[in-house]
């Protein structure tokens, strides 16, 4: 896996500082950066070449969207 990978960090929960709760939500990331926060599906469908990470037992809690 180089630097430059796209991931997209799946939990049951997503809780965003600035939004509601998201129900199987993730968050992609890049190089240390939010890239978007939002539905599993949708992210998917957004970042189709993400590399995926579930974590199953867990609530996400992302800061601010860089």
Known sequence: MNGDSIRLHCA???VPVC???IKDGGVVT???TI???GERQELL???PQAE????PASVL???LIN
């Open 30 to 32: 890049a190089q240390g």
């Open 52 to 55: 995926c990470k579930d974590y």
């Open 45 to 47: 469908r957004r970042y």
């Open 12 to 14: 049951p929960w997503v």
């Open 35 to 37: 890239l978007a926060v």
């Open 61 to 63: 809690t992302p800061a």
């Open 19 to 21: 939004r509601s709760p």
